[in-house]
């Protein structure tokens, strides 16, 4: 008889919960909210609109400006005279731009190839580079070699060789020409190579299996990419790009290690051209035009109607478009670096770059509630 | 001691829930160290880093290069001694020492459940839990008892309630009751549980889960102990622990608790269950039924054990309410926060830059503590005064090997607490090095300018 009661809580309690654990939002709740649009925390869309509008799209046009790189070079081949210099010139920042784009997506068919390593490790190894020149004999697909390849390689090979135009074009006139020639073309197959492995990787699966791994975990596409792009920034634009040269980790300035720096005029250019490519995939911005689509900023926005918070992708914005009208208003890198002891103006700057790195690391990463690819351990 | 709390204290009862309760805490610990180690844990979580943050008063605790494999080797098998009662209070002691110094080793790992284990396995040393189905009981008939007095079984019951108790008080703040923070920011991220992941981005749900929890936690020590009300709250318990441990990354604890909540019940299940055990494995369970009874003896080591449970939940009931006695919020600075189950109440990360420079020559950098810190350490450090201090420290060290002179250490630092925009953490304009640990407020942690009210 007593144990009738307790039954009937053990039953109701059960279906309670049956019904509370399978009802959905498709049952018609007539209850009343105030919120015009139900938020959606789906991230498969985001993903979709990362891998088809903005990462597909930037790896493409980096390989078409690769190619025609390429096809400049043919000419200068044939001609090595210093205006064909100067267009090689043109097409290699052109190149370095459009590799701005793409520096950031270092996940999946890019990780295991060790893309960014391979296209831009700086500075480059003008000793060993030297001795390949000499002997002849090099195998750039080596790791030992990241540093005598990629962009910062050319950098040296086309701008670095001697101080005037006339040397450098003297280099690839003499006996030594065609030592030159095949060390570019090397350099030139490599970047191919690795740009089109990297493609065909997107295309050939790994874009289905990126926007399928939708979850939430720190093995998820959505947690890996912002990890990855977190990573980057910090430590690539912020840190390889500036703070290294400034000599803000070991108390002394280091203007060699700056990206490109054989030609010291575009080594601003190539930081503007990484941090736009940063804002406009934080805000979803399809590559190369002018449409938005689902992003880690339109994330934000959602959350923010949920929790009437600050917003936060305003705030992430306005620190990116200061940070960049900050080191607009720089000279170049290295004339700033090399002409100042120390380097107020370029410090200034980088303290805005840097107040970013908070932004993302902290707010945006405790707002979306990311898995952060540290140790994987039990928390409580 | 009043005549009547005595007779309960001192009333006798089947040992069976004792047998039970050892025998399945011993292999749950010793499955967690199995796991612990199975994850690679031990090698990236105590012999990677080159640098460890220390509990203080214990930074003579370190982990002992490739002898914490010993260690944890030592560890698991007290457990299973535990489990299988042999020598049980030899085994509990070694089990205590060795589980304690890993969690003393490194505090980037604390968790309130270990803290939960060493306190458990602590009081575990004062009580008979190996009087019945054990080695020991089946090794020597003198020390076997069927019957033991009643206060093991309340001890342990008392601590629990403790744990639940505490943990519920300190959810009535506003944070979690008003704002249904940090779930509201935990949960919508969940999207991608089975079934109810839709539901979980939904205000209505998340203000539910906060609530129904901090009610859960206050009331289920009080419906497990009502004999009409324990088989509904044990349920509900099974279903909160299993939705914990569906949801975030908890690892043994809910299922230690699950486990540790069947002392509540009446000996019969415990018989049951330790006859589904003796068919399992052909232990005679009949060997142990003997009928005698283990009685209190008045002698000098009831008195340590008296005084000792009297300080033991002394310390249980107060320690957590010693961040009362600092200024500023709790939540912010953390001054009193271990230690005090308070469990999954903040969503709370940090970014520390920290500026190392020799006051005599003037020269600076800025630290890349990636050079330093695992990313586990460099996130729990960046939000925890305490650390930030401690590494301070040892930068300040660091630097002078290098040749620095008059070395100072300064820390830019912001903290995001449950949703808020991320602040200022510490006094950017504070030389860290001038500062040494202590139990006193510390002086250099930014006011947190907002209020959380209640508990």
């Known amino acids: ?380 | 001691m009043n005549a009547s709390i005595r007779t309960k204290l001192e009333l006798r009862r089947e040992a069976a829930p004792l047998a039970v309760f050892r025998i399945l805490f011993g292999l749950m610990m010793l499955f967690s160290i199995i796991r612990f180690w199975y994850h690679g844990w031990i090698e990236s979580l105590y012999l990677e880093p080159g640098f460890h943050f220390s509990y203080y008063g214990f930074e003579w605790v370190k982990p002992l290069g490739v002898y914490t494999y010993l260690l944890f080797l030592v560890c698991a098998l007290s457990a299973l001694a535990i489990a299988v009662g042999y020598k049980y209070r030899w085994a509990v002691i070694i089990f205590f020492l060795s589980f304690t110094y890993i969690e003393l080793m490194d505090k980037t790992t604390y968790l309130n459940h270990y803290y939960f284990i060493s306190v458990l396995s602590l009081l575990m040393i004062f009580l008979p839990l190996h009087t019945y189905f054990s080695i020991d009981a089946w090794k020597n008939p003198a020390k076997a008892y069927q019957r033991v007095p009643s206060w093991p079984v309340l001890t342990l019951r008392l601590l629990l309630g403790i744990v639940y108790f505490y943990a519920g008080l300190a959810k009535l703040n506003s944070d979690w009751m008003l704002e249904a923070m940090p779930l509201k920011i935990w949960l919508p991220s969940k999207f991608d549980i089975p079934m109810i992941g839709g539901l979980l981005g939904q205000e209505w749900v998340q203000y539910a889960f906060s609530w129904t929890g901090a009610l859960f936690d206050l009331a289920v020590p009080f419906l497990l102990l009502n004999k009409r009300t324990r088989v509904p709250a044990f349920i509900v318990l099974v279903v909160f622990h299993v939705l914990t441990r569906v949801l975030f990354p908890i690892g043994m604890f809910p299922y230690i608790m699950i486990v540790s909540a069947l002392i509540f019940f009446p000996a019969s299940v415990h018989h049951r269950i330790l006859e589904f055990i003796s068919r399992l494995t052909g232990i005679l369970k009949k060997r142990f039924d003997n009928g005698r009874t283990l009685v209190n003896k008045y002698g000098p080591a009831h008195k340590l054990r008296t005084t000792f449970l009297l300080l033991f939940f002394g310390f249980q009931l107060l320690f957590p309410w010693r961040y009362l006695l600092y200024p500023g919020e709790l939540f912010w600075t953390e001054e009193g926060y271990r230690f005090s189950w308070r469990v999954m109440l903040m969503e709370k990360s940090g970014y520390a830059q920290f500026k190392v420079v020799d006051e005599e020559s003037g020269k600076w950098v800025y630290v890349d503590n990636s050079e330093f810190l695992t990313p586990f350490q460099e996130k729990q450090m960046s939000f925890q005064p305490d650390f930030i201090l401690e590494f301070a420290h040892f930068l300040e060290e660091h630097y002078e090997e290098m040749g620095w002179n008059n070395v100072g250490v300064y820390v830019d630092s912001r903290v995001a607490l449950n949703g808020r925009l991320s602040k200022p953490f510490i006094d950017p304009g504070a030389d860290l090095t001038q500062y040494e640990d202590s139990f006193k407020p510390k002086t250099w942690i930014l006011p947190f300018h907002d209020t959380i009210k209640g508990l």
Request: proline content about 4%; overall charge negative; aromatic content about 10%.
């Open chain 1, 1 to 380: 008889m007593k144990r009738r009661p307790m039954k009937r809580i053990i039953l109701s309690l059960t279906i309670l919960l049956t019904i509370w654990a399978c009802s959905s939002d498709a049952t018609g709740d007539p209850q009343v909210d105030p919120k015009p649009t139900p938020v959606s925390f789906e991230r498969s869309e985001m993903l979709e609109n990362w891998a088809d509008n903005i990462i597909l799209p930037s790896y493409r046009d980096f390989n078409t400006r690769l190619n025609a790189m390429n096809t400049v070079f043919v000419d200068f081949k044939a001609n090595p005279s210093e205006d064909q210099l100067q267009k090689l010139r043109d097409a290699w920042l052109d190149a370095y731009i459009g590799w701005q784009a793409v520096a950031m997506f270092e996940i999946g068919p890019a990780e295991s190839v060790g893309y960014r390593l391979g296209m831009n490790t700086y500075p480059t190894d003008v000793t060993t580079l030297e001795q390949h020149l000499a002997s002849g004999s090099y195998d750039l697909t080596l790791p030992a070699n990241r540093d005598v390849k990629g962009f910062p390689a050319l950098d040296y090979l086309i701008n670095g060789l001697a101080t005037s135009d006339s040397q450098i074009v003297a280099r690839y006139q003499g006996d030594q020409q065609q030592a030159h020639f095949d060390y570019i073309d090397a350099v030139l197959e490599d970047m191919q190579t690795l740009t089109s492995d990297v493609i065909q990787g997107w295309e050939g699966g790994f874009r289905d299996a990126f926007v399928a791994n939708d979850g939430a975990s720190a093995t998820a596409s959505t947690d890996r990419m912002v990890n990855d792009f977190i990573f980057y920034y910090e430590k690539h634009l912020r840190a390889g790009k500036m703070g290294i040269p400034l000599g803000v980790f070991t108390g002394s300035k280091a203007p060699q290690t700056l990206e490109a720096y054989y030609r010291a005029s575009v080594g601003k250019e190539l930081f503007l051209a990484a941090m736009v490519a940063v804002q406009d995939f934080f805000n979803g911005k399809h590559y190369g035009k002018s449409a938005y689509g689902k992003s880690l900023s339109s994330y934000l926005q959602d959350l923010n109607s949920l929790k009437d918070g600050a917003a936060l992708d305003e705030i992430i914005n306005e620190q990116l478009d200061l940070a960049m009208t900050e080191v607009t208003s720089l000279g170049d890198f290295r004339s700033e670096i090399e002409n100042n002891d120390p380097p107020r103006a370029m410090l200034l700057a980088y303290d805005e770059v840097q107040r970013v790195v908070p932004l993302f690391k902290v707010d945006m990463v405790s707002a979306m509630s990311i898995s952060v690819d540290f140790v994987d351990a039990d928390g409580d």
